[in-house]
Each structure stands twice: as structure tokens, then as C-alpha cells.
């Protein structure tokens, strides 16, 4: 008899869990928290290793090599799978060593006959139910239980029952996760990192032993932006990706190193490639920036690369487009330059821009005579409310791990959720390990963690600035507080100046704690992978004069948020990108370029870290690198720009700032810095209401719009949100 299971209940239950966790995670963490380090002898080595350490950690550090499926170091301890048993001294049998604290003086062995036989024991049990899908598993190569059953498999089972192997119905998860659960070991890490990490709580089991299943507890979907990242916690084949299923075998491919653009976190990812086409993208390991997570869109937007693609150049003629050659495409545009000159040349930088390409194009520009340079935003083309020429103004200045740092945090026209997933990770992490206080101004979501809402409204930062609101005590309490301003609040907000002028008020008011030895507590979140590049090289608005002027040339570089009202009427049009979106209907002449995985260039992400992405397939047919467009058309437009190549194009970067060239470093500003976040003029607010910026995570960009299964996503889950906000606002 199934039990009816309302709203009320469901909310009560992930609150208890919430509290379990919270609990939990800081029992543990008070227990670890320990820097007394202890003695240990592992296999005869001794080892220093902190008090509360698993046993699993001392080995490691010792050398020793423990196999194992259900501990990750970066999940809480379930000692489900019994692999990684050892041998203590005095110890009745062997132990469990993920789960077994160190003691001093503990003397291990980790490879002996016992040792051995109990692993053996293991995985004896473990491929009894197991089905014998190597040859069909996507996890094949790359299985953990293959690899472990190759040491401690046997060549025959003692099983003899005549039942037969375990059989599991097969679970939806949605267009991401393909599900094999017959092939379920129960290693719970699933569960765990979608409880722990991701926030869907949704998921669990059922069922106790022979019987214990993983799947969600109402037939849901799983609904995260972080889902994916099971595909590779999974040690079996039970979790594989869906779009890759049945694609290709790991053997075949190649691997390349790179960064993502789907967002401005910067997450270090690896392409892996045949031939010419992007088969997967995977996560690497990056400490400092997204550990080794990755987003949905980050995982899965790769189908998107070879759909709807410019490859060749695209001349105008009435209502459609005519293939043409790079030589008549850019004789066309340099004639209409030559046309030309002062303010009345405009240029427009998109989210995908890399640094290169904005660097010669704002060099093009500038001999050209013209200073009108704009942003792919709303108010894009006026002038910026805060100070760009200080990058504390506008970069992540607490750094994407210092945010699990601050005890209190201060959300200020931003879902990071849906702007920063990786981010929001972290904050996460911070609520429930450190009971981190988080308070929110504007459109109130759900963020997987438990905040104070003071708003909706752009003059609701009031509240704290007068005290009014409680979370203002907090805030003035904090040891080490941060606020975080969504990048809408600059690039989008009607009060943008008024927000701003508010959080320097802010920064002013609780300046000894904002601002203390290593910590800058005042951040701006951005976005976009190509905007805070942007704001480094200057492409940004310089003066209302200029962005007032009468355009009659304007040049699209990836920018593909633009709409018919930015559009000046008879101007000629050029479109710089890779692919036909948005700002490509608009265009005059096309010119096709280059996608973030087929070119090597410079991206800055949100906290100032500079990061190169690196070509692992060649753009397609006639399109070329992003700079090397602009260079040839600089020459035929009779303005060439001074550089040939790439070295010499970074030697350009590097005299603008030298930061653009000293990778994967993050330089903190100076002291002198850190007060001036804002214009010194303070406009008056019109109550606007600080609506989330992005409507819809899955497509957000022109790669991401035109992949498949990111509109499989949107249809899953958001078009189905969307109906429900609906429904409720009718009702009520």
C-alpha cells in the first residue's frame, strides 16, 4: 500500500535531513579539526598523519595502494563496500580502514595473506550479482571493479543458487544519467555527493539488503545543475552519461587539457576528442577553482560544437545569405571602414570573447579613431557604475575557495546557483560544515542552502545599511564577512548606480572586517567567460559622448545577447563568431570564427585567474582563430595592426597588463584599492526588483543554445517549471 506523500511533508523531511547533515558535518569536523599528529606504522613504514585521520589516509600518505569503491575524500564516511580492509595489530579480524580512526602507535599491514583473502572475499560477493556487461558498458576501460577483479578476482564462485542474479527496473534520472541498476554495487556515493554537494536530496534508498535500491523517492527526476558529476563518483557502470552512450570506447581517444566558457568560473575540464569532433568533456582536478566538479551545462553542452555552425564567409544579399571567400567578405567590410571614421564605428564584445580577439579589435577600433566600445548587455553601451580601471571593482576578490572562508555572506542581486554553480558548491559546503549565515537581496529561489531573504527590491539594501533587518547584526558580527554582487547589477539594473554607490556605503560601514591582511571581502560575481578580460583590457564603455554617437559601422564579436533596438537603423553590420545565433540575423557580412575548443586563447575568469584554453580539434572548414580575423581585415581596411602572431599579440596583453600573462595566478590588489567600489555620484532608485539575470541555465550561450541535449533539459525541467509558476499564479 504506497502512502500518500504531500508537500508539507516532503519540505518537513529535507529540513530534518538538512539539520542530520548540518549536525553531523560539524561533529565531524570538530572531531578532525585536530593539528596533533600522530605516529603510525604502515607496513612496517612510519608515518606521521593527523589525529582523527582515517586509517584509509594514512596508508595513503604511506604509499600504500588500498582499493576501494564506496570512500571518496570528499563524501562523508558510508563503509558500505568493505574493500578496503587491512590488517591492524590486536585486531580480532581486519578492519574497514576508511571508517577506523588512527590510534598511536597502530601498526597496519595492508598486503598480507589475510589481507588478501579478505578482499578476495569482497569481491567475491560483490560479482555475484554482478551481470557480465563488460563488453556492452560504457564504463568499460575505465571501470574501477574491472580493474580491482583483475587483482583480487577469482576464476570461478562458491555461489551455487539456483535464483539467478539480482534484476533492478531501471530508473529515470532524467536526459543525463542513463541507468543500468542491475549493475548497482550500493556504494551510496551517488546519494551521498547529491545529498552532501549538489543539494538534491531527492535521491536515496530504499530497501534493505538483496532488496536495496538507489533511485529517488517519488520517480522524480533529478533536478540539479551539478547531476552529472555522479557519472563519475559511479565505480560501475550503473551511472552513465546518456548522450555519450554507445559513442566510443576510452581507447580511442585523445585528451586534451583546457578551461570551459559556459560560465566565468573558468572550470578545469578535459576534452577528449576523435577525429575531429568533441566526444565528452570531463572534469580536472583544480583545488583552487572547482575541485573536480563540473556543471551540467559544462559536461553536456558539447553536442552543440557541430550543429548550426558558420564555416564559411556570408555576405548579405536582400533577405538571405550568399557563401563568398575570405578575401571578397573582408574587401566588402574594409570598404565600409575606409567609409567610416571617429565614434561612428562601434564595437561590441560578446560573452565567448577571449582576450586576444578584444585586444585587436579595440586596437582596430582606436585607429580607426573610435572610442565607442560596448558590453553584450542590457546597458551595455553606457557608461559602467563602477570604476574599471581597479580590478577589485569588479573580480571575485574573496577567490572562489575563500568563500567557504567567510562565516557570513551577503547575496546581492545574483543566483548563484545559476550563474556560478561551481561557487554555489562551495557555499554549500560552508553552510553545513561551518554553519556559514547566508542572506539574500533580490529574487528569492532555491539556492540548496537555507538563507534570510531581506528582499526583492534594490532599495532594500536599505534594511542593512539602517539595521532595520536582523541579518545587518549578524553581518556587523561577522569575523570575516562577504558580499557578493551579481554582474546583472552592473550590466543590467536600471539602479545600478544606486546599488553600487550602496555597497560602497557598505564596504565603508563594516570596513575592519570587509577588508582585513589577505581578505577583500567585497566581490563582484561575474557571469560571462569573456567579461572580466573585458573590463582588464578596457573594453568597456568610455564616455556617454561616445556610445551617443551615430553608428553607421558596428562589428559584433561573439555577441549574441543582443536584440533589434541595439541595432542602429542603416548601419552596416558585421558578425564575428562560430555560430548562427542570434546576432548573425542581423548581419551584413559573416565571418566564421572559432569555437573555445578548437583555439588557443586567453580567458580570465571570475576571481582574476588567468587560464588558457587549448585547441583539441580544428575549427571547421573555412573558419579561422578570432585575433587572426580581425589582423587580415585590419590590413585590408588600411589600419594593420602591429602583431603576426600569437606570441605577439600576448606581448600586447602583457604591456596592457602584465597579469594577462602570468597564468593560474591570482594578484590581489593593493591596499589603496580596496575602498573605491564605486562612482562617487549617488543616483537616486526606482524600487526595482532584482530579477534573476539568467531565465533559463541550460541555454545560455550560442554553444549551449544549440545543443540538443540542453534542450532536452530545458524541456525536462524548466518549460515544466515554468507551467507550474503558471498554474500557481492563476490559482491564486
Not at 585536530?34 to 606521521?48: L, N, Q, R, T, W
Not at 539594501?461 to 551579481?486: C, N, Y
Not at 567579461?531 to 564616455?543: D, K
Request: with cysteine.
Amino acid at each position: 500500500m504506497l502512502r500518500v506523500i504531500n508537500k508539507t511533508s516532503v519540505a518537513a523531511a529535507r529540513r530534518t535531513q538538512q539539520a542530520i547533515l548540518q549536525t553531523g558535518a560539524r561533529a565531524f569536523t570538530a572531531s578532525t579539526n585536530v593539528k596533533e599528529e600522530v605516529e603510525v606504522f604502515i607496513d612496517g613504514k612510519s608515518v606521521f598523519v593527523e589525529q582523527g585521520s582515517a586509517l584509509i589516509q594514512a596508508c595513503e600518505k604511506a604509499g600504500a595502494d588500498i582499493p576501494r569503491f564506496c570512500y571518496h575524500e570528499r563524501l562523508a564516511v558510508a563503509g558500505n563496500c568493505r574493500m578496503c580492509l587491512v590488517e591492524v595489530e590486536r585486531a580480532p579480524k581486519p578492519v574497514a580502514s576508511c571508517a577506523y580512526p588512527v590510534m598511536p602507535g597502530m601498526k597496519v599491514k595492508t598486503n598480507s595473506p589475510l589481507v588478501h583473502k579478505a578482499r578476495e572475499g569482497v569481491m567475491e560477493f560483490l560479482l555475484y550479482n554482478h551481470p557480465l556487461d563488460c563488453p556492452i558498458c560504457d564504463q568499460g576501460g575505465e571501470c574501477d571493479l574491472q580493474d580491482q577483479s583483475m587483482r583480487y578476482g577469482s576464476d570461478r564462485g562458491r555461489f551455487s543458487e539456483p535464483m539467478g542474479k539480482r534484476a533492478v527496473e531501471e530508473k529515470n534520472f532524467g536526459p543525463l544519467i542513463n541507468t543500468e541498476m542491475t549493475r548497482c554495487i550500493q556504494c551510496t556515493r551517488c546519494v551521498r555527493f547529491a545529498n552532501e554537494v549538489a543539494g538534491a536530496t531527492e535521491l536515496g534508498t530504499s530497501g534493505r539488503g538483496n532488496d536495496m535500491q538507489i533511485s529517488t523517492y517519488i520517480e522524480k527526476t533529478i533536478d540539479s545543475e551539478m547531476s552529472g558529476n555522479v557519472i563519475d563518483l559511479c565505480p560501475v557502470g550503473a551511472l552513465t552519461s546518456k548522450p555519450y552512450n554507445m559513442k566510443s570506447r576510452p581507447w580511442e581517444l585523445k585528451k586534451f587539457e583546457t578551461v570551459d566558457v559556459s560560465d566565468a568560473i573558468g572550470s578545469n575540464i578535459r576534452l577528449d576528442t576523435r577525429g575531429v569532433e568533441v566526444m565528452r568533456i570531463l572534469p580536472r582536478l583544480n583545488e583552487e577553482i572547482n575541485e573536480e566538479w563540473i556543471s551540467d551545462k559544462t559536461r553536456f553542452f558539447y553536442d552543440g560544437l557541430k550543429v548550426q555552425r558558420l564555416t564559411t564567409p556570408l555576405i548579405r544579399d536582400g533577405d538571405r545569405f550568399v557563401p563568398s571567400s575570405w578575401e571578397d567578405a573582408l574587401k566588402r567590410v574594409g570598404q565600409e571602414m575606409a567609409n567610416t571614421s571617429g565614434n561612428a564605428a562601434k564595437a561590441v564584445a560578446g560573452h565567448l570573447a577571449d582576450a586576444e580577439s578584444m585586444v585587436a579589435l579595440k586596437d582596430l577600433m582606436n585607429r580607426m579613431g573610435s572610442d565607442n566600445l560596448a558590453l553584450d548587455a542590457p546597458n551595455g553601451s553606457k557608461p559602467l557604475a563602477i570604476n574599471a580601471d581597479f580590478r577589485a571593482n569588479y573580480s571575485l576578490n574573496s577567490t572562489i575557495a575563500g568563500a567557504e572562508e567567510a562565516d557570513v555572506v551577503l547575496i546581492v542581486g545574483s543566483n548563484p546557483r545559476h550563474e556560478a554553480p561551481i561557487l554555489n558548491t562551495r557555499l554549500r559546503k560552508a553552510w553545513i560544515h561551518n554553519g556559514q549565515d547566508l542572506g539574500l537581496i533580490g529574487q528569492p529561489d532555491d539556492l540548496n542552502y537555507e538563507y534570510a531573504h531581506i528582499g526583492e527590491q534594490s532599495n532594500d539594501i536599505e534594511k542593512i545599511l539602517d539595521g532595520s533587518h536582523p541579518f545587518a547584526k549578524r553581518l556587523a558580527e561577522a569575523k570575516k564577512p562577504m558580499i557578493i554582487v551579481g554582474s546583472s547589477v552592473i550590466e543590467n539594473a536600471k539602479d545600478s548606480e544606486y546599488l553600487m554607490a550602496k555597497v560602497a556605503e557598505l564596504s565603508q560601514k563594516f570596513n575592519k572586517t570587509l577588508f582585513q591582511e589577505g581578505w577583500n571581502g567585497v566581490n563582484v560575481l561575474q557571469r560571462a567567460a569573456g567579461r572580466t578580460a573585458a573590463y582588464e583590457v578596457g573594453f568597456v564603455p568610455t564616455s556617454q559622448a561616445a556610445s551617443d554617437a551615430d553608428v553607421k559601422f558596428l562589428y559584433l564579436l561573439n555577441a549574441d545577447e543582443v536584440t533589434a533596438q541595439d541595432i542602429p537603423k542603416d548601419a552596416f553590420v558585421v558578425y564575428q563568431g562560430h555560430h548562427g545565433d542570434v546576432g548573425a540575423q542581423y548581419a551584413d557580412v559573416i565571418l566564421p570564427g572559432s569555437a573555445f575548443t578548437e583555439k588557443n586563447a586567453t580567458f580570465v575568469n571570475t576571481e582574476g585567474r588567468t587560464q588558457i584554453t587549448r585547441a583539441g580539434v580544428n575549427p571547421p572548414a573555412a573558419a579561422r582563430e578570432d585575433w587572426k580575423i580581425i589582423r587580415a581585415l585590419s590590413e585590408v581596411a588600411g589600419h594593420t595592426l602591429p602583431y603576426d602572431d600569437l606570441s605577439s599579440v600576448r606581448s600586447r596583453l602583457s604591456d596592457i597588463s602584465p597579469a594577462l600573462t602570468r597564468y593560474d595566478v591570482i594578484e590581489q590588489p593593493s591596499i589603496h584599492q580596496l575602498g573605491l567600489r564605486a562612482q562617487p555620484t549617488l543616483a537616486g532608485h526606482t524600487e526595482e526588483v532584482l530579477t534573476s539575470v539568467i531565465k533559463n541555465f541550460y541555454r545560455t550561450d550560442p554553444i549551449s543554445r544549440a545543443s540538443s541535449t540542453m534542450a532536452k533539459c530545458t524541456k525536462a525541467w524548466v518549460a515544466g517549471k515554468d507551467v507550474e509558476t503558471e498554474l500557481k499564479s492563476v490559482s491564486a
